[in-house]
């Protein structure tokens, strides 16, 4: 198969990295200092987002499916990364996702469009939250698209607006981490969201003060722990994105070797999406073929089994 992904090697090896000084070690006192460490964090984040690389969609599925597991253990429910990944990819059309998985649901959609921070974009999202649509939360989007213009700091902002949305509703704290992310993406002009907040949610960033008790939007210490998190964030989501673009260039280089119709489609799956199961591969191919396409990717290195069975498999970078 003649690839049509094939990017020069330059290209490929060229991940925006956070250096070594902007990551935090230990606590960071000082709101100036947590300040000039997001900024030059995020600025690296940034130049990754605007490079636009072809594996940008597994990458910002796989910071969504980080993102929602956290929301989950937040709410003392138990199920893993593994144990969502299954029951999404797995669940039959028009099946009920339950509470997880609509919880990954909203941070898949983050990850997947263009967010806007009007009604329409977010009311879906605060239903996979189970969060009931009221006045208070329609105000409070009003005032959204005024913080977008902000000169302020994008992590700033979006601690803000966080915080506002918490007042209003104290219910609706994952949404108010969703909308912090949101609100990320559209002062950065970035095409399609980063899930990056909740993710750190169970870190050290939000755990301050002589209890080490978990600050809440708006409380105190609040704003400082958003941009230690947005920090960490960064760090994390830059890191994922060095090793995701060895795995695709490897992805793309043995390409060449596959002989079945359409595995050039299937190709494009692996770089779209946190993982592809052989049934949905499309591509017209049958079953048992798309079995042996996935599995003879995995002899050249190139994709993962992710569900750790010998039926119901699913692959991915």
Request: charged residues 30%.
């Given at each position: 198969m003649k690839s049509r992904l094939d990017l020069p090697p330059d290209h490929r090896s060229v991940v925006p990295k956070v250096?070594?000084?902007?990551?935090?070690?230990?606590?960071?006192?000082?709101?100036?200092?947590?300040?000039?460490?997001?900024?030059?964090?995020?600025?690296s984040l940034d130049n990754l987002v605007r490079s636009s690389p072809d594996w940008a969609g597994v990458w910002r599925q796989r910071l969504a499916l980080k993102s929602a597991s956290a929301a989950i253990r937040l709410l003392g429910r138990r199920e893993e990364e593994g144990a969502l990944r299954d029951a999404h990819f797995f669940r039959a059309g028009g099946d009920n996702p339950g509470p997880a998985g609509n919880i990954l649901l909203a941070w898949r959609r983050l990850a997947s469009r263009s967010t806007g921070l009007d009604e329409a974009s977010?009311?879906?999202?605060?239903?996979?939250?189970?969060?009931?649509?009221?006045?208070?939360?329609?105000?409070?989007?009003?005032?959204?698209?005024?913080?977008?213009?902000?000169?302020?700091?994008?992590?700033?902002?979006?601690?803000?607006?966080?915080?506002?949305?918490?007042r209003a509703r104290p219910d609706a704290e994952l949404l108010a981490f969703w909308l912090a992310d949101a609100l990320v993406a559209?002062?950065?002009?970035?095409?399609?969201a980063v899930p990056l907040l909740m993710g750190q949610v169970n870190s050290v960033a939000f755990r301050i003060g002589e209890g080490r008790r978990r600050v809440r939007p708006g409380g105190e210490g609040w704003g400082r722990a958003v941009l230690v998190a947005y920090c960490m964030a960064a760090a994390e989501a830059c890191d994922v994105g060095a090793d995701l673009a060895g795995r695709a260039a490897h992805l793309v280089?043995?390409?060449?070797?596959l002989r079945a119709k359409g595995a050039g489609e299937v190709v494009?799956?692996?770089?779209?999406?946190?993982?592809?199961p052989p049934s949905r591969s499309g591509a017209g191919l049958t079953d048992r073929s798309a079995r042996r396409l996935f599995e003879r990717l995995g002899?050249?290195?190139?994709?993962?089994?992710?569900?750790?069975?010998?039926t119901f498999r699913l692959y991915g970078l």
């Open positions: 250096p070594a000084w902007a990551r935090p070690r230990g606590d960071v006192q000082r709101d100036v200092d947590a300040g000039y460490l997001a900024g030059a964090a995020v600025n977010v009311r879906p999202v605060a239903e996979h939250l189970d969060v009931k649509w009221d006045d208070a939360l329609a105000e409070v989007l009003s005032n959204a698209e005024d913080l977008a213009a902000s000169s302020r700091p994008a992590p700033l902002l979006g601690a803000e607006l966080a915080a506002e949305l918490y559209k002062k950065h002009r970035w095409p399609v280089e043995v390409s060449p070797k494009k799956l692996l770089l779209d999406d946190d993982a592809v002899e050249l290195g190139a994709v993962r089994e992710l569900s750790g069975r010998s």
